[in-house]
């Protein structure tokens, strides 16, 4: 599979826990970004890579969160202290300039 | 601020009718405009880009920058066209290519 992969598929956990969320990119992508979904809206920018550097935060991006994309290559997502307000499809992507975007599945998060 | 409006939550119409999906933006700039398309139980993917001037499922979206449109049009629609449709924009912003998608329109082709 060439496409991007993220894991788990839906998570639920209890509020205050912690949650940590993994996504394998198309391995010719060096930009991987991540974004969120809730019903009734559009995809909201989160934050962004260049191979392992993050380049750009978005200020939903509470300090409760944090991402990382140790080698370039797989990225992980995770929330601290999970609130229902977190509750939310979490998506991946990776891109490439001429192909653009290529987005995951996705993450379903419901935190009771 | 960059903003995507799509005016339409919802869209009806039926099999073999023309279909148009709105879509307005707010970029102080010159931004790249795309429409993406989610078929049930499927991930996000990538229908149109306006740089690409193709045409894609027989869709086709024009930039209309004096009117800050791009909406989406097909002029027969058919079943396997329902589905939920965003509108995004990219400016390069930051150099990330980060986009800005509107709150979506589900359409809805009846037989």
């Known amino acids: 599979d060439t496409g991007v992969s993220q894991d788990p598929r839906h998570k639920i956990t209890k509020r205050g826990q912690n949650v940590t969320f993994r996504c394998d990119p198309i391995?010719?992508?060096?930009?991987l970004y991540w974004y969120r979904q809730t019903l009734g809206q559009g995809p909201e920018f989160l934050t962004y890579f260049q191979n392992e550097a993050q380049l750009e935060k978005s200020r939903l991006l509470s300090d409760r969160f944090s991402a990382e994309r140790p080698k370039g290559s797989f990225s992980t997502l995770e929330i601290q202290r999970t609130e229902q307000g977190d509750s939310a499809m979490y998506l991946c992507?990776?891109?490439?300039?001429?192909?653009?975007?290529?987005f995951g599945s996705g993450t379903r998060l419901t935190v009771v | 601020a960059q903003r995507v409006t799509q005016p339409e939550k919802l869209l009806s119409v039926f099999k073999g009718a023309p279909v148009e999906l709105k879509c307005n933006y707010s970029?102080?700039?010159?931004?790249?405009l795309f429409w993406y398309v989610q078929y049930s139980r499927q991930r996000l993917q990538l229908l149109l880009r306006?740089?690409s001037r193709e045409s894609i499922k027989g869709f086709t979206a024009d930039l209309n920058k004096g009117e800050t449109s791009f909406h989406l049009k097909k002029p027969f629609a058919q079943e396997e066209d329902s589905a939920m449709y965003y509108c995004a924009l990219s400016g390069l912003m930051g150099g990330s290519e980060k986009l800005v998608f509107g709150k979506g329109t589900k359409l809805t082709v009846n037989p």
């Open positions: 992507a990776s891109s490439s300039r001429i192909y653009g975007y290529t």
């Open positions: 306006h740089i």
């Open positions: 391995s010719e992508h060096n930009r």
């Open positions: 970029y102080s700039g010159s931004p790249e």
